[in-house]
C-alpha cells in the first residue's frame, strides 16, 4: 500500500456523505502527511454543505466537492459501503475503514471492525509504518476516536482506546477544543427537538427499547436536523433499562432513515444487515427507501423483539 501511495502523481482522499469527525477527520490527517511529500493530493467529499462544528478539523477550508479526473489514486475513510463514496470511481482505492458490515469494495483493503474509529485503523497504520505524527494529525485522530466512540462512553472502550488518546495528546490533539466541537456546542433548535423527542419516545419491553418517531413536522417545527436526533436517542440509553434505541425518521423526499444504538448486549449492525444497512456491534444505521415510518417501526420492533432474550 505504501508503494502505491508513493508512486501515484494525483491522490484524492474520500470522507464519506455527510461526514462525522472520523471520516473527515481521517481524510484531513492524511491530507496532512500528504502536504509533506509535496504530492498533489485533493480533499474530497460528496456532501457540499459540511457540518459547520467540524470546521476545527485541519484544512476543513480545503474540501472540494467536485472529483478531480487527473487522480490516479483514491483512498477512502470511513467509508462502510462503495455507495457512501457519493461518487463512482473506478480506479485504484484504498478504503481504511472499521465498519463489520464493510465488503471490501476497495482493490486494497485496511478493515479492522474490532477498531472503534476508523480513525485508530489509521493511527496503528501510521504507527506501524513509522510515519510521524504532527500536531495537526494528532488533533484530526483524536476528533475522530471521540465522536465514534460519543467521547469515550462507548461501553466498548478498551486499554488500546485510551493508550491512542494517551499518546494523540502527547503528539498535539487538543481535547478542549475537540469535546467543545463535537460534545459542547448544541444549537437552539437541536435542543428544542431533544425536548420534543424526548416528550414523544416510547418505552416498550418493560422500558428495554426506546423508540423514536420523528417526522418532518417535527423538524421544521423545532427547526432540528436528522443528525441531531442521533443524539438524542444515543441519550436514552442512559435510562436504566434502556438496553436498544430506535429512531425511525421520515425524510423528505420520502422513505426512512433508522438509527439503532445498543448499550452492547445486542449486536444492532446485525438487525439492520437485513435492511441493507449496517455499522457496528453498539451502533448502526439504515436507509429503508419506499417505506413508511409505521411499516419500519413495525419490522423492525419485530427483529427487535426476536434477539431480546
Ligand atoms: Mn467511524
Redesign the pocket.
Known sequence: MRELIDSANHIVLIAHEHP?A??LGCACAFYSHLLRSQKKTTLFCATENLDHNLSFLPWFDKVTHKFPSSADLAISF?C?SFTRLGVDYTGILIDF???ISNESYGTHNCINSDA????QVLYEWFVTESIKINGKMANALYA?LM??TGCFRDPLCNPSTFRMAHSLLGLGANHQECVNALFNSHSLASFRLKGEMSRRMKLLHDGRVALFEVDQALLDSTGGRLLDCKAVVEGALSLKTVEVALLVAQLKHGGVKVSLRSNGAINVAEILEKFEGGG?RTRAGARMNGWTTREAIEKLMDNITEVLV
Open positions: 462525522d472520523d471520516s470511513d462502510g475503514d472499521h465498519h472503534l474509529s476508523t480513525s475522530g465522536d465514534d457496528h
